[in-house]
């Protein structure tokens, strides 16, 4: 199938390591979002980008969190230095723009665990 | 501070019966709202949407109902059936052309047969 895929699906990492995330969009979806779920909450959105334009970065938690996104496709979260609360599932979604009636597809998610 | 809420973490309904998830927002500036539904290890997928300018959306055995004043919207399924088990996130987006999405806690849905 062509849908979001994203890798590792599950990363246990130690408190204060580096870790990454990777998204690879559907193609030719110019939008790409990142959410997290933390346990029991709801999806919380942390980045997206559109195209060619700066990100819009106003989710990201703290300035541990950045993502780029290269060539237009393939995604990268950096989370720096985890600490035991960014244990989460991260999601992210791609969609052909970002008009509210583009429907977003997510990823099946990266169930990340900082022991 | 939680702009979209769901109260109820879960709710049991039984097969052929109508299951009503309900969704609570404090944001006046949403206009668009969503419902999506999330089967276990996979990403939630899109199941029914609605503007602020209507009431009611009909998808075959999906409606939304959304009612401004009270800031409240539901999904209402009827018949359900056991394939309707999973967990429902409510979403709403303040538009401004950018679709970051507010999602609530979700409600797990089981229908027993």
């Known amino acids: 199938g062509a849908g979001v895929s994203q890798s590792p699906s599950n990363k246990v990492t130690e408190k204060g390591k580096d870790v990454e995330l990777r998204c690879d969009p559907i193609?030719?979806?110019?939008?790409l979002y990142w959410y997290r779920q933390s346990l029991g909450q709801g999806l919380e959105f942390l980045i997206y980008f559109q195209g060619n334009s700066a990100p819009d970065k106003s989710g990201l938690p703290s300035d541990r969190f950045s993502a780029e996104r290269t060539g237009g496709s393939v995604s990268t979260l950096t989370i720096q230095r985890t600490q035991q609360e960014d244990s989460a599932v991260y999601l992210c979604?791609?969609?052909?723009?970002?008009?509210?009636?583009?429907?977003?597809?997510f990823g099946p998610g990266t169930r990340l665990t900082v022991l | 501070d939680q702009q979209v809420k769901q109260n109820s973490p879960s709710l049991s309904v039984q097969e052929g019966r109508i299951s009503i998830l309900n969704c609570d927002y404090t944001n006046s500036m949403f206009d668009y709202f969503l419902w999506y539904k999330k089967y276990p290890a996979e990403g939630p997928t899109f199941l029914i949407s609605i503007s602020s300018i209507k009431d009611k959306n009909e998808d075959g055995r999906f409606t939304v109902f959304l009612n401004k004043s009270a800031k409240h919207l539901s999904l209402h399924i009827v018949p359900s059936q056991p394939g309707d088990s999973a967990v429902y996130f409510c979403a709403a987006n303040v538009g401004q052309g950018a679709q970051k999405l507010v999602f609530g806690q979700g409600t797990r849905l089981t229908i027993n047969p």
């Open positions: 193609s030719g979806h110019t939008a």
């Open positions: 979604a791609s969609s052909l723009g970002t008009s509210p009636y583009n429907e977003q597809f």
